[in-house]
């Protein structure tokens, strides 16, 4: 008789959710200073961009750091698991905070040096 395989599952973490909002951010962070200068297509396509690039550069240095706590932290005891757990959590928070100030400055600059 065949056993079925057991497979980890794929649950979404909080982490996971938390690098979501920091891919969202900058981009609707950007086009809503852009819409709110009054820009026209090109100022929104750069802004959108612009946004874009940033989001998915935050987002890998993110899951790279993530990443390389979580493999050094899988060995040690379960207080040191968790202190890294909160650790990546806190990390988490500062990137949304970098995140939402970058979208800001993206689009400050594209508002104020791209023509109507």
């Known amino acids: 008789m065949v ?3 057991s497979r980890p599952s794929k649950q979404v973490g909080l982490i996971d959710l938390l690098s ?5 951010i900058p981009v609707s962070s950007a086009i809503s200073i852009v819409r709110h200068s009054g820009g026209g297509i ?3 396509l750069t802004a959108g961009t612009l946004g874009l690039v ?3 550069l935050m987002t890998w ?4 750091v993530g990443k390389s706590l979580y493999i050094r932290g899988k060995e040690r005891p379960e207080r040191v698991r968790n202190i890294t757990g909160f650790a990546l959590f ?3 928070l500062f990137w949304i905070f970098v995140a939402l100030v970058g979208g800001v400055k993206v689009g400050r600059l594209v508002a104020d040096h791209i023509a109507h």
Do not use: C, D
């Open 3 to 5: 056993q079925p395989v």
């Open 20 to 24: 979501l909002v920091i891919l969202i």
């Open 61 to 64: 240095a993110s899951w790279k």
């Open 42 to 44: 090109l100022r929104y």
């Open 54 to 56: 940033l989001s998915f």
């Open 90 to 92: 806190a990390f988490q």
